[in-house]
């Protein structure tokens, strides 16, 4: 474990940033800081956690044999980890806060897998091999997910919630798109309230909405022509 209240191993230098020096970890590896955190080239056997005050960054390609978890505890804190030599090879999850605060992954030519995420701006995944889920991704902002490798599919058969554009990429004659829309809308409305978004819902026999104030962010629901919005729905909206 490095970082906040914790013993210091390897090569770590603290202050108004922090810096990891390329090394081997035979097992996991904890990373707490209240600063900025870059790494250089590391290699972890085991799980890798993280949690930064500041910006997430790398100087040197990530190779993770097990599972990774990237945290931003302040507001509008990136996680930038978009060298081409990462290998992530267990799942992999993100948790930012505030309104601006994007992700961006580039696995290399990994398969990446996608666990339980909040991204309260865009998120951003690259991948030259299959990219798929093993948990719901709850984005604030727009997503894009690139295979860059012919012939390798996006899975993304979780219940997901994206608030702004989602765009894919793939290459060849087999880079198939499967994706899956939220089946919870409550649960995703709520989420979107918790990071920021003022939720409105549109039926039949509601305020006109020239007369709304549609201002900052906003999640819109539009009920279906005969039955209008469920009643859970306008319960949960502002």
Known sequence: RIGRDAAMVGQLAVGVATSLGATTINGDLTVDVDSTLSFAAITVDGDLGVTAGGNVTQSGALAVAGTAS??????????TLSNAANAFTGAVDFTTQ???ANVTIDNGTTALDLGASTV???LAITAGNVITDSGALTVAGTASFT???DDMAITLDQSH???GAVDFTTNG???????????NLTAALTKLQDGGFWVYAAEAGGEPAHRAKLTGRVALVLGSEGSGVSRLV????D
């Open 98 to 100: 505030g309104t601006t």
């Open 70 to 79: 990237f945290t931003t505890d302040v507001d509008d804190q990136t996680i």
């Open 120 to 122: 309260t701006g865009n």
């Open 147 to 149: 295979t860059d490798v």
């Open 161 to 163: 919630a994206v608030a």
């Open 173 to 183: 004659t087999a880079g198939h798109v499967t994706i899956v829309t939220v089946t």
């Open 234 to 237: 306008k319960e949960r909206a």
